[in-house]
T-cell receptor, first 116, second 113 residues
């Protein structure tokens, strides 16, 4: 079945350590996104990529980095520079946007990161 | 700053009744509107999307869009306890929105048996 796989489901790290969250999709979608969700805050966009080897900062990119070396994969690294990394991280993908309308986003199951 | 506003709730509705969820948005050029359902601890799942003014029906769900008033709503008919969840409204940005969607903070819906 096609879908988006995020791993791990839960991740625990000590403060000061970098950590990489995995996101793989087999939907043949061009566009991929990373969102962060905090209680009462809704989803906030961290990074997005419309094509391989290209990505753009979202609203809250500071302290994060991404790569897009393959169409299927869009890993997110949470660096030690991110002040409040504990959150629920959601990866999403969609058909490439073009023109007026957006295709729906399809989400992975999320990674819950706890940094102490 | 592009904003999407939703009443956080909780919105409590008796089983079998119609649940009405509302959303307003600030970007007048937005063209794509989405409703997602999110159960506690889970990721959002797409319920419906709408692009044109008017109503769009899918089973027990109806999305309503009024671009002049910058207002989109979701009606759930014959509400079931399994409909209890947080409902997220999402809107694209004007000009095609290659940078994804802006999400509201969600409305927590409780269906009372």
């Amino acid at each position: 079945d096609g879908g988006i796989t995020q791993s791990p489901k839960y991740l625990f790290r000590k403060e000061g350590q970098n950590v990489t969250l995995s996101c793989e999709q087999n939907l043949n979608h061009d566009a991929m996104y990373w969102y962060r969700q905090d209680p009462g805050q809704g989803l906030r966009l961290i990074y997005y990529s419309q094509i391989v080897n290209d990505f753009q900062k979202g609203d809250i990119a500071e302290g994060y980095s991404v790569s897009r070396e393959k169409k299927e994969s869009f890993p997110l690294t949470v660096t030690s520079a991110q002040k409040n990394p504990t959150a629920f991280y959601l990866c999403a993908s969609s058909l490439k946007t073009g023109g007026f309308y957006n295709s729906p986003l399809h989400f992975g199951n999320g990674t819950r990161l706890t940094v102490t | 700053q592009k904003e999407v506003e939703q009443n956080s709730g909780p919105l409590s509705v008796p089983e079998g009744a119609i649940a009405s969820l509302n959303c307003t948005y600030s970007d007048r050029g937005s063209q794509s509107f989405f409703w997602y359902r999110q159960y506690s601890g889970k990721s959002p799942e797409l319920i419906m999307f709408i692009y044109s003014n008017g109503d769009k029906e899918d089973g027990r769900f109806t999305a309503q869009l009024n671009k002049a008033s910058q207002y989109v709503s979701l009606l759930i008919r014959d509400s079931q306890p399994s409909d209890s969840a947080t409902y997220l409204c999402a809107v694209n940005h004007s000009g095609g929105g290659a940078d994804g969607l802006t999400f509201g903070k969600g409305t927590h819906l409780i269906i009372q048996p």
